[in-house]
């Protein structure tokens, strides 16, 4: 079955840096898109970046543009997100999130979530 894993959640300081993890299984991690959500207390769960297609194309939340980095390692099965520049704001619940699609119905995959929490 698919599973993801994530980890590398931490507290730090503004202006810090982390790098979060997600280990997959279960299927063919290669060939699919990638995406990082995350979720704040008392907020709705927001999209922050996605990875996909043969070229990697990448495609970022405009409140994270320029300071995070998304990436993968396919040889791992690994999902990464780099983040530089941290804020209070980016304080948040980091999921790691597959879909799967099979004409109109969609198949959503979650990991456990990790936290990150910014503060001085």
């Known amino acids: 079955q698919v599973q993801l894993v994530e980890s590398g959640g931490d507290m730090v300081q503004p202006g810090g840096s982390l790098r979060l993890s997600c280990v997959a299984s279960g299927f063919a991690f290669s060939r699919f898109g990638m995406n990082w959500f995350r979720q704040a207390p008392g907020k709705e769960r927001e999209l922050v970046a996605s990875i996909w297609g043969p070229g990697d194309t990448k495609r970022y939340t405009e409140s994270v543009e320029g300071r995070f980095t998304i990436s993968r390692d396919n040889a791992k099965s690994t999902l990464y997100l780099g983040m530089d520049s941290l804020k209070p704001e980016d304080t948040a619940v980091y999921y790691c999130?597959?879909?799967?699609?099979?004409?109109?119905?969609?198949?959503?995959?979650w990991g456990q979530g990790t936290q990150v929490t910014v503060s001085s």
């Open positions: 999130n597959m879909q799967t699609q099979i004409g109109d119905s969609i198949t959503e995959y």
